[in-house]
């Protein structure tokens, strides 16, 4: 069932968990992630990031991913991942999308509260959610900029606790992704995550948080983010990374490599690897769909 990113992260909020929010730029991805959703018993979000256009345009993958999630059992929110058009955000709210997010870390202050009034004012009149982003990771979903790395290496901008309240207010926006300590891609060495700046956010609006960036980070830190406020967390990297591993090792052992059965094979590995997170991410909380 369609489920709005506001009423999802509400859940979320309700039951002290993180919803994990799962790129799906391939169908195998996408039935992984609603599949074990409804094994679980747990919500997730399901993204298609402007990023991966060349991958699968939304004009394709916009309307399977809506598709799946109105036959689901589980509550699924369809949302745009990292938009940086607004032209293009429209395009999927004609689609169908309930969650939305306008990324407009990259830009001036000024220009990214202006133009996530806008977002806000666009997503609203299709009762969407937006999610928006203040500080930066530096790198880019899209991989404009370095991808992976440490935070420091990737230039990363943590948000500001005090700016917290002025930014959502000025934005409208309904969700906040924040930056403490992550990076976009495969991350060099150990994680150090600033749980201070994430607990003076939390201290200073009762907005959901959101958490990009998660390779690399441990099952524990995790916990103490979402404990810490977080509500949403974007999953991607790991998981395309277990499903290619998984291709990778079933081609050793093909006489004919077939490409069915390394759909098969992603799929399967993609149900495992989400199957650990989302039970991460749950917190504790006890099957709630």
Do not use: W
């Not at 830009?107 to 004012?121: K, S, T, V």
């Not at 404990?227 to 499903?243: C, E, Q």
């Not at 291709?247 to 490599?257: G, I, R, T, Y």
């Amino acid at each position: 069932m369609l489920v709005n990113l506001r009423d999802i992260t509400a859940i979320a909020e309700q039951n002290n968990m993180a919803i994990g929010a799962f790129n799906s730029p391939s169908l195998e991805s996408a039935r992984a992630a609603i599949d074990t959703a409804e094994k679980l018993g747990y919500p997730v979000v399901i993204d298609h990031a402007q990023g991966h256009e060349e991958i699968t345009p939304l004009d394709v993958m916009g309307p399977v991913l809506i598709a799946l999630a109105e036959r689901s059992t589980a509550p699924v929110c369809v949302h745009l991942d990292h938009c940086e058009d607004l032209s293009y955000m429209r395009r999927a709210l004609e689609m169908g999308f309930n969650g939305a997010m306008f990324d407009g870390s990259f830009l001036p202050y000024e220009r990214n509260c202006e133009l996530g009034h806008r977002a806000a004012e666009m997503c609203h009149s299709f009762d969407c959610g937006l999610e928006c982003e203040l500080g930066s990771m530096g790198s880019r979903e899209a991989g404009a900029k370095v991808e992976g790395g440490t935070a420091e290496e990737a230039g990363a901008i943590y948000t500001d606790p005090d700016q917290a309240n002025e930014f959502i207010a000025a934005t409208g926006c309904d969700i906040l992704a924040v930056s403490f300590g992550t990076v976009h891609g495969l991350y060099k060495g150990e994680p150090h995550l600033s749980f201070d700046v994430l607990n003076q956010i939390r201290e200073r609006t009762l907005t959901p948080l959101v958490m990009h960036g998660g390779s690399g980070v441990s099952d524990e830190d995790y916990a103490k983010a979402i404990d810490a406020g977080i509500r949403k967390i974007n999953y991607f990297t790991y998981g395309s990374k277990a499903a290619g591993e998984a291709v990778a090792a079933d081609l050793k052992n093909e006489e004919v490599p077939y490409y069915h059965k390394m759909t098969m094979t992603a799929y399967d590995a993609f149900c495992k690897d989400y199957e650990h997170v989302m039970k991460v991410f749950a917190n504790g909380a006890k099957p709630i769909a």
